[in-house]
């Protein structure tokens, strides 16, 4: 994992230790064993997987509020936090998980995240299970589901303080995903390619009707001749409508504008 561990140094100014270079080889060994029998991912090579999967989820830690020093030393989470705390671990969901990026990544280096791994395919969520409790991942659902129904149901709904996606749609289609799923006051992350500006013009329209206003595009170059990323960050100001996200399948067959 020398790429990664290199990587994270140089652009994120992250010190991976032992412990965290272990839990991203056994994460890339299952990758590659589960891939054999199920279609996972395109990127195996053992370099590219530690640049393009490992790393590039790692870039969402930029949008992603730091944790205060000392904020729970040396103790396990409590349950239940008191109204009063002036710090808690964030809520996050990663809608359209795939093989786990970038939700298993991002909780490998900030465990007191509380996570969700939402993903439609069942073999796909049986995987990210297998990950979990390989890894001993605490705080992390995987759920199987499509986004346009866990956005109406009330337990997830307007519930996260961060929600990320990589790679699932456009991005006026991956707001009505992913923006009924955050709180008011938190954000939605999208991790995109280079050339995003007229996607994130096409997608004003949605973000605003969804109850979101754009914060800032963050273009992140991969080391390795990997080419450049763009982080779209949302924050969300206002309740999403009722209405949305729409039934399964229209929000791709008649995006918002």
Known sequence: ??????????????????????AFQSYYDELVAWNQRFNL????NYQQVQIKHFLDSLTCLLALPPVPENAWPE??????????TAWRPLLCIDVGSGAGFPGIPL???????????????Q??????QHIVDLLGLKDVEVVTARAEELGQDAHYRERYDVVVARAVAELPVLAEYCLPFARQG???????GSDISEEVEQAQGAISLLGGALKEIRRIALPDL?????????????????????RTGIPSKRPLR
Do not use: D, W
């Not at 991912?41 to 195996?44: F, K, R």
């Not at 103790?75 to 008191?82: G, M, N």
């Not at 990997?226 to 729409?246: A, C, D, H, M």
């Open 41 to 44: 991912t395109a990127i195996t």
């Open 123 to 128: 073999k796909k969520t049986a995987f990210l």
């Open 75 to 84: 103790k396990p989470l409590p349950e239940t936090l008191p109204v009063s």
């Open 107 to 121: 909780k490998i280096i900030r465990p007191e995240l509380r996570l969700t791994l939402l993903e439609a395919t």
């Open 226 to 246: 990997s080419g450049e990323r763009s982080l779209v960050i949302i924050n969300k100001v206002r309740p999403t409508p009722r209405e949305y996200p729409r």
């Open 186 to 192: 938190g954000r939605f992350v999208a991790q995109k």
């Open 1 to 22: 994992m020398q790429l990664l561990e290199q990587g994270a140094r140089q652009l994120l100014g992250l010190c991976l230790t032992a412990q965290h270079l272990a």
